[in-house]
């Protein structure tokens, strides 16, 4: 039987650190599927569709490509990895900050469906400090991110925020 793992996450967009996890989750797994949250009310810079559409271009032509899948959520976390038949959900720390929402949303989860258990894998040292959030923050602001985000991620966010 192989073992499955759920990567979720809002993935707006998807950095190299996110690459990163994937890549140590399946030393571990043999098929990890990243399920992107619809999550309207957090107001993403991409649709879902985009968002999607980047992963997937993300990982075109990388060794591990096909064990991977792309799919999209809405509801409970748990209801999704039940239906697809998995066990794990996997999740990345990066540093102490991390620590109290992804606790706080691994002993709900748990409390919702004690069946699943959360893993949480840590990023490399190279990607410890960047998230979604703090790369759209700096091209925004004209910084540049070469080298942690994909190349195709890069283009896309310097077309939207810079258009
Ligand atoms: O990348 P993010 O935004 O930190 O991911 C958060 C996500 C999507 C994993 C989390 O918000 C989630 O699981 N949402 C689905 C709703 C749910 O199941 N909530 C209960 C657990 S807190």
Do not use: C
Not at 88 to 115: H, P, T
Request: proline content about 4%; cysteine-free; glycine content about 6%.
């Amino acid at each position: 039987m192989d073992k499955l793992a759920v990567y979720p996450g809002s993935f707006d967009p998807i950095t190299n650190g996110h690459l990163d996890l994937l890549e140590r989750a399946l030393k571990i797994f043999d098929h990890v599927i990243i399920a992107v949250a619809s999550n309207p009310a957090k107001q993403p810079l991409f649709s879902l569709e985009e968002r999607m559409d980047l992963i997937r271009r993300s990982l075109q032509g990388h060794p591990l490509e096909k064990r991977v899948s792309v799919d999209t959520f809405d509801g409970l976390l748990v209801n999704y990895v039940d239906r697809v038949g998995a066990k794990a959900i996997l999740r990345g720390l990066r540093a102490v900050s991390d620590f109290e929402y992804e606790f706080q949303m691994a002993l709900m989860n748990r409390k919702l469906n004690n069946n699943i258990e959360t893993l949480y894998l840590m990023t490399g040292m190279r990607w410890i400090y960047i998230s979604s959030r703090i790369i759209k923050e700096v091209v925004i602001s004209g910084g540049d991110v070469q080298g942690l985000v994909p190349e195709v991620v890069e283009e896309q966010l310097k077309a939207r925020l810079h258009a």
